[in-house]
């Protein structure tokens, strides 16, 4: 029998109005371009139009679940600005997801393809749902209405999304599919993060992490850090966390004593063994109960006395709340938005050493852009070739913010801000935009 459920678990908060426990992710992205615009004395009509997305459309989707039920979701796709190049961002199932996150993430993009100078623009996309409780067939079902629905603004010229918290390369595939039945012909470069059977690219996989390693050994050896032996804890442990755990023992030699996801963190002073927590998580679906560790919060962790902190979560953990407690030398930001601007003077003040969101996890689109080129060429590169060409990129990106900070006197964030921004506003000038 065929009923339909109004109000559904998946979508119990209001979709248009950010849940009060949350502070808005949107107004901290407008916050940071305003203080980077004056310092720069940003043409004031080029500012205004940066503070928000050019572009956004919200849906509705009904979706067919296991019961027989049909369950109404909603989604959206944000596409912040493309004066580079078309919009690129990945797509989240979160059941916190609000528009405002969406917008926040989508401008933060826009400066992250501008920073590590990609010609591309920002975009973000979510859908409020709780994978965990999904079957894979209601997710199949969940993703390709979302792109039925939001199909109609994508396309490897406009906007190309990508897997982002909770969305993972099977998810691509279903959603490069039905772009392709939409268009008649397999549209393969609609969408990144996509298996190597289906254009992927070799090497997609751990870039988010890989890029944020890379940035860590530039940091390191500006601030005179030995990395080899040198303890570090990691906050989540999806794709960018765990990846993170691997390539910290594996190419900086860094002790891991402490990582977390969800459900709480797992501490040893000795190292965690990367092989082992990972079969445990895969196991039990976290890494909680691993028996080589004590049990840590995952407020814990950010303030263990490390050289590295990797959070790897999701926005805003690190806030005036508990910046003050931080004892990590180098913040490592893998997530999104996880330092709020308050908390980033205090950081700053304390002589904490950040590498920023926009640098740090750039890897992530940075091998995106790669993968688009290669489905454009039809030929793909070898996993040594695509490390090596994210390397350059990575150190040319950390160099420009590196050397911008000195010349300003700001800190990381601001000066990757700065370059990004700068880069935004000459393509919008040079197009007539202002
Ligand atoms: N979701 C990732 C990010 O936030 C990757 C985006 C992409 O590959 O397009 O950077």
């Given amino acids: 029998m065929t009923h339909i459920t109004a109000s559904a678990p998946c979508s119990m908060h209001d979709p248009f109005v950010k849940s009060p426990s949350q502070r808005d992710p949107f107004k901290t992205a407008q916050k940071q371009l305003d203080e980077a615009a004056a310092i720069m004395k940003l043409d004031p009509a080029a500012h205004e139009l940066l503070r928000w997305p050019l572009r956004e459309l919200h849906v509705t989707l009904p979706v067919r679940m296991d019961n027989g039920s049909t369950r109404i979701f909603h989604g959206f796709r944000v596409q912040h600005n493309d004066s580079r190049g078309p919009n690129k961002g990945g797509i989240r199932f979160h059941p916190d997801e609000t528009i405002d996150t969406v917008r926040a993430l989508a401008t933060w ?13 920002g975009g973000k996309g979510g859908v409020i749902c709780d994978p965990k409780t999904m079957s894979d067939a209601e997710l199949e079902r969940l993703s390709r209405a979302y792109i039925r629905q939001v199909g109609r603004i994508l396309g490897p010229d406009k906007d190309i999304p990508a897997p982002d918290v909770y969305t993972t390369p099977r998810i691509m595939a279903w959603m490069a599919d039905e772009y392709s039945f939409m268009q008649g012909n397999n549209e393969f470069g609609v969408i990144t993060g996509k298996p190597l059977a289906l254009g992927g690219s070799a090497g997609r996989g751990d870039a988010t992490a890989r890029g944020g390693i890379y940035c860590v050994r530039e940091a390191a050896a500006e601030i005179g850090m030995n990395l080899a032996g040198a303890e570090t804890a990691i906050q989540g442990y999806g794709n960018a966390g765990s990846s993170a755990h691997k390539l910290a023992v594996e190419l900086l030699c860094m002790k891991v004593i402490a990582v977390s996801d969800s459900k709480g963190g797992i501490y040893n002073p000795d190292g965690l063994d990367y092989k082992a927590v990972h079969a445990h998580k ?153």
Wanted: aromatic share 10%; proline share 3%.
């Fill in 282 to 434: 895969q196991k039990t679906g976290s890494v909680t109960g691993f028996s080589e560790a004590t049990a840590i919060t995952n407020e814990g962790l950010l303030e263990l006395d490390v050289a590295v902190l990797f959070p790897a979560a999701l926005e805003s953990v690190i806030t005036e709340t508990n910046a003050a407690n931080i004892r990590a030398k180098i913040i490592a930001e893998l997530a999104n938005g996880p330092t709020t601007p308050e908390a980033d003077t205090i950081l700053y003040n304390k002589g904490t050493h950040i590498i920023p969101d926009l640098l740090c996890n750039a890897g992530g689109v940075t091998v995106s852009w790669f993968e688009m080129v290669q489905n454009a060429y039809g030929y793909y590169w070898e996993k040594e070739e695509v490390h090596a060409r994210l390397e350059k990129k990575m150190k040319t990106a950390f160099r420009s913010m590196y050397e911008t900070a000195g010349k300003y006197h700001v800190h990381n964030r601001l000066a990757a801000y700065i370059v990004a921004v700068s880069r935004v506003a000459e393509a919008m000038k040079l197009r007539g935009w202002f």
């Fill in 109 to 121: 993009m826009t400066w992250k393809t501008a920073l590590l100078d990609i010609p591309l623009g």
